[in-house]
């Protein structure tokens, strides 16, 4: 019953994400150790240069957000298990600027990419558009290793459901 509802709600949220029209852009985000990412809008996802082949996960946090709080540990534990397979990126949306977010991640010891929203080009405004997002966080779109979406979900995924996802996307040929 558990993988046929995640199955639902994967094509419920690739039928929403994909409803959008428009040019599909090139976005550049910075993360706090200064790595560039460049980001291409497809009609089904998103083109991540130099994760080719891998899943991920883009999700946008606040750093005052409780849910936010209690899903790096998950995050920090699934980047550990999934090196080889899972890359992370998370958009901090709460207004820490870029200094202030890399004393954060530190403190916090985020394993994965983390990018304050000043440095994330318009990808937050493209993803609210893309996703229909309306700025309830955490907030995750999960992308098979092609870079379709596959999953959109506003709210905590417990580290389970994570584990599961993680799973059903990499099953995807």
């Not at 509802?5 to 949220?13: A, I």
């Not at 200064?34 to 980001?39: E, K, L």
């Not at 958009?91 to 200094?99: D, H, P, T």
Request: aromatic share 6%.
């Amino acid at each position: 019953m558990k993988k046929i509802l995640v199955s639902v709600l994967m094509l419920l949220s690739l039928s929403a994400f994909s409803q959008a029209s428009g040019q599909q852009p090139v976005i550049n985000i910075t993360d706090i150790k200064g790595i560039t990412h460049q980001i291409t809008g497809t009609e089904q996802g998103l083109k991540i240069k130099g994760l080719e082949g891998k899943i991920v996960f883009l999700e946008f946090f606040g750093h005052r957000c409780p849910p936010c709080l209690a899903s790096i540990p998950h995050l920090i534990d699934m980047k550990k298990k999934y090196k080889n397979k899972l890359a992370i990126i998370s958009v901090e949306v709460q207004g820490l600027n870029n200094a202030q977010l890399q004393q954060f991640a530190k403190e916090k010891g985020m394993n994965y990419i983390v990018v304050a929203d000043e440095k994330a080009g318009n990808l937050t405004s493209y993803i609210g558009q893309r996703a229909q997002w309306r700025g309830s966080i955490p907030f995750m779109v999960a992308l098979d290793k092609k870079g379709n979406v596959q999953f959109v979900q506003a709210g905590m995924l417990p580290e389970a459901s994570l584990e599961e996802l993680v799973k059903q996307l990499d099953a995807i040929k």
